[in-house]
């Protein structure tokens, strides 16, 4: 059974840092293409907004322009992670964030991450 837990979400202040982490489980890790990807309180009932890929070598990285720059996605093999290291966080970045494995296949339940004083 295919899980992705995510974690480290929480409250952080605008120029703030807050790293993601993504566990996977369940399906062959090393053969498949990860993405993050987030949905903001005012985007309810619509598409997710995708934030950054990384490739199953991890060579290869791919971010939206609204968080390149800022944003540094990345893989662990051994531990079977993903992490979305996320610098000078603007309250626009204040979303509910997905983990999402093999282009839509997987997706995990999502960590909060509030930007506010």
């Known amino acids: 059974q295919v899980h992705l837990v995510e974690s480290g979400g929480g409250l952080v202040q605008p120029g703030g840092s807050l790293n993601l982490s993504c566990a996977a489980s369940g399906f062959i890790f090393e053969e498949a293409a990860m993405s993050w990807n987030r949905q903001g309180p005012e985007a309810l009932g619509t598409e997710r907004e995708f934030?950054?890929?990384?490739?199953?070598?991890?060579?290869?990285?791919t971010y939206s322009r609204s968080v390149r720059g800022r944003f540094t996605i990345s893989r662990e093999v051994t531990k079977k992670t993903v992490l979305l290291q996320m610098t000078d966080l603007q309250p626009e970045d204040a979303a509910v964030y997905y983990c999402?494995?093999?282009?839509?296949?997987?997706w995990g339940q999502g960590t909060q991450v509030p930007v506010s004083q």
């Open positions: 999402e494995a093999s282009g839509g296949v997987y």
């Open positions: 934030v950054a890929r990384i490739s199953s070598s991890g060579i290869n990285t």
